[in-house]
C-alpha cells in the first residue's frame, strides 16, 4: 500500500512563501507522474501542477511564474515551491501520485491560508 505524507502548509501573508512536501512510500514500483491539486473553500478540486517522469511540468494559469513544482526521485517527494502568494491561493492542497502498475493515490491534503 502505497502512502503519502505531506508537510509545509500553514498561514502566511499576501505575497509570502510556503514550500510544501509529499513523500510517497511503501511501493517498489516506479512513480509515474506526481502533482498538487487544491480545492478552496466552495470551489471544486483544481490541477496546480504536474510533472511527468521526464521532468516535464506543466502549470494552472493562475500560478504560472509565482509556483514551482519539483521531484526528487531517490526519495520518492514531489515538491511545491510557492512564492508571492495571494489570497486565492487559500486552499486545501493535495499531493497525487501515478505508480506505475498500481495506480493513482492521493495525499490526506494540508491547508495553505494566504491571510493577513
Known amino acids: 500500500q502505497v502512502q503519502l505524507v505531506e508537510s509545509g502548509g500553514g498561514l502566511v501573508q499576501p505575497g509570502g512563501s510556503l514550500r510544501l512536501s509529499c513523500a510517497a512510500s511503501?511501493?517498489?514500483?516506479?512513480?509515474?507522474?506526481m502533482a498538487w491539486h487544491r480545492r478552496a473553500p466552495g470551489k471544486e478540486r483544481e490541477l496546480v501542477a504536474h510533472?511527468?517522469?521526464?521532468?516535464?511540468?506543466n502549470y494552472a494559469d493562475s500560478v504560472k511564474g509565482r509556483f514551482t513544482i519539483s521531484r526528487d526521485n531517490a526519495k520518492n517527494t514531489v515538491y511545491l515551491d510557492m512564492n508571492n502568494l495571494k489570497s486565492e491561493d487559500t486552499a486545501v492542497y493535495y499531493c497525487?501520485?501515478?505508480?506505475?502498475?498500481?495506480?493513482?493515490?492521493w495525499g490526506q491534503g494540508t491547508q495553505v491560508t494566504v491571510s493577513s
Open positions: 497525487y501520485v501515478y505508480v506505475n502498475l498500481l495506480g493513482a493515490y
Open positions: 511503501g511501493s517498489r514500483f516506479s512513480i509515474y507522474a
Open positions: 510533472i511527468g517522469s521526464s521532468g516535464s511540468t
